[in-house]
């Protein structure tokens, strides 16, 4: 099952692969594709663990393959930027950040989902996993990026938005309900 949620993960960068040719900009088209698989796949890291509560329906076992498909989306995401937009060159980088802040809250994001990815193998995961919970924070960072990247805001930017409030929404909802003072 593992193979499959992988391959359907990966479907996107094959689409855009035998595409890239004929894109009008290739660069942006990159972008919209890691970008959108990024997101999308952090989002739905956290479905495993609603459906867990909620539908009492075991896919905690994929979580950290899907945690895992965002982060390597994020790190092609990031690539494009510095290889590809920018060609290494760190002095440009810099100042695209101070002229559009989406930049550093991706970067932020970023480097959040790195911190966690690193920390996911067995031994690690279980000295940092209290610091997994950063990913509520890496979301919220992500989702605020994906909208301002946007000139126009379209479905998918308040798609991802409402899911995102969802999700993080029941998330609050059972914090309060396991901690009600009486």
Avoid at 64 to 73: E, R, V
Avoid at 88 to 95: A, M, P, Q, R
Wanted: proline fraction near 3%.
């Amino acid at each position: 099952m593992k193979a499959l949620l992988v391959l359907f993960a990966l479907l996107p960068l094959g689409v855009a692969y035998y595409t890239l040719d004929n894109a009008i900009d290739p660069i942006k088209m990159l972008y919209n594709t890691t970008g959108i698989g990024a997101v999308t796949l952090l989002l739905l890291s956290l479905v495993p663990s609603t459906c867990k509560r909620i539908c009492h329906i075991n896919t905690l076992p994929y979580r950290k393959t899907i945690g895992l498909l965002s982060f390597m989306y994020a790190l092609l995401h990031v690539s494009v930027f510095v290889v590809l937009d920018s060609e290494f060159d760190f002095v440009t980088i810099f100042e695209k950040s101070l002229k559009k802040p989406f930049i550093y809250v991706g970067a932020i994001a970023f480097i959040i989902v790195l911190l966690m990815a690193l920390t996911s193998f067995k031994k690690l995961f279980a000295k940092f996993s209290k610091y997994h919970k950063a990913v509520y924070i890496a979301l919220l960072l992500a989702l605020l990026h994906s909208f301002w990247a946007q000139k126009v805001a379209g479905v998918f930017e308040y798609g991802i938005i409402f899911v995102g409030a969802i999700l993080l929404g029941e998330r609050v909802w059972m914090w309060q309900k396991n901690h009600k003072i009486v």
